[in-house]
């Protein structure tokens, strides 16, 4: 649009200037003719040539129309002029407009550029810290990778030593194994002869404390006797025992239930009778109702407890147990009188026979546990 009006612009300016050219070719022209005609006149007053009638009436009609002509003229240029003001004005104002804006886009261009300069700036700041973090993770995984290759010699090292080891192991293990069976022979002649040592002794279990504060042992165990199987005292007549005590001998006011009674007799066959007579019916004293069982050793007792709720289970379905010295569980099924070592042989035995194991839900329990939730079992010493 600025282009076209420059270049109406111009065009005028071109017309103004050949009109201008145009009049003063025309002036000079007339000026020219008056001149040739008044040369010419004096030419013809001195020749006194014949002028036509009607030349000066053209000649007149042509200066009215030149004067039109050139009023018009000059009229159009006015105005064309006013024209070209306004226009330049408007050029002027667009003008003034076109430099503010330049002068915007200037200052945008210079803020963009110091923008772009601060970004080339952070993105040289942030390549920095890419490029020192992705050196000191170099650093850490090289540092990581010489841990875990250290760890590794390290493990095999260890697995090394531990293969050792575990051979060593077995090889104590089988040394073990070869000193527990050569050890066993003499605890177990060690317990036969406790035990053999304690044919005469007989344990009396649940006799309160308060007696003894009364009356001497020897004399609560003459009255047990006389209370609950005064035959004894007819067939041998006194009752003669070796030594009577609590066990263990300090009492201690925490327990809740009273210490045991060993007795030793001086021969076995009172003790036997006793035994025998505790198994028929309970005995009682003074209200008081007290066991009769063997004195064995503590190693034999405690594998005895082991078959504590074997028993009382054995005994509820009517098998009819018994435990023999030292520790065997025997029982009458279907006729058959069966004998187990261990629990572990009465468990595998029970599991063979799928209807005695429903029946027989009951799994073997040490001596401690079985001490605490089931009464001693009767003994037989053969």
């Known amino acids: 649009m600025r282009g076209t009006r420059a270049q109406t612009n111009m065009e005028s300016k071109e017309g103004v200037n050949l009109s201008k050219q145009q009049k003063k070719k025309k002036e000079t022209t007339i000026d020219s003719y008056y001149s040739a005609n008044g040369t010419e006149g004096e030419r013809s007053a001195n020749n006194k040539p014949e002028i036509p009638a009607n030349w000066i009436q053209v000649v007149e009609e042509l200066k009215t129309q030149l004067r039109e002509a050139e009023h018009n003229w000059e009229k159009n240029l006015k105005i064309k002029m006013s024209h070209l003001e306004t226009e330049a004005l408007e050029l002027k104002q ?6 503010a804006k330049i002068n915007q886009l200037e200052n945008e261009a210079k803020e963009m550029k110091d923008e772009a300069k601060e970004m080339k700036d952070e993105v040289k700041r942030m390549k920095d810290d890419l490029q020192r973090k992705s050196n000191q993770k170099e650093k850490d995984d090289q540092k990581a990778r010489d841990e875990i290759q250290s760890l590794r010699i390290r493990i095999q090292q260890l697995e090394s030593s531990d293969l050792t080891r ?5 090889k104590q293990n089988k040394k073990n194994e070869k000193i ?12 036969n ?14 006799l309160p404390e308060d007696h003894h504060k009364r009356k001497s042992l020897d004399i609560i165990l003459e009255e047990i006797i006389q209370e ?26 925490q327990m809740t239930t009273p210490r045991n009674v060993i007795t030793k007799f001086k021969n076995n066959q009172m003790k036997e009778k006793m035994l025998q007579a505790a198994k028929k019916k309970p005995f009682r004293y003074h209200g008081n109702t007290v066991r009769l069982t063997q004195d064995l050793a503590a190693s034999t007792l405690k594998d005895r407890k082991a078959w504590n709720m074997i028993f009382w289970k054995a005994r ?14 025997t029982i009458f099924l279907q006729g058959k009188v069966w004998s187990f070592n261990t629990t572990e042989e009465f468990q595998a035995f029970i599991n063979k026979r799928p209807d005695l194991n429903r ?24």
């Open 359 to 382: 029946k027989f839900e009951v799994q073997p329990q040490n001596s401690r546990e079985s001490s605490k939730v089931a009464p001693a079992v009767p003994v037989a010493f053969s």
């Open 180 to 191: 527990e069976e050569n050890v066993k022979h003499p605890i177990h002649k060690t317990d």
């Open 94 to 99: 667009e003008n003034s407009v076109l430099k």
């Open 193 to 206: 002869l406790e035990n053999r040592s304690r044919r005469k002794n007989l344990r009396i279990i649940g």
């Open 316 to 329: 509820e379905l009517g098998l009819q147990p018994r435990i023999k010295y030292p520790s065997k569980l």
């Open 228 to 253: 609950n199987s005064l035959e004894i005292l007819e067939q041998e007549g006194k009752v003669e025992i070796e030594r009577i005590h609590r066990s263990p001998p300090v009492f201690n006011p």
């Open 166 to 170: 575990q051979q060593d192991t077995i």
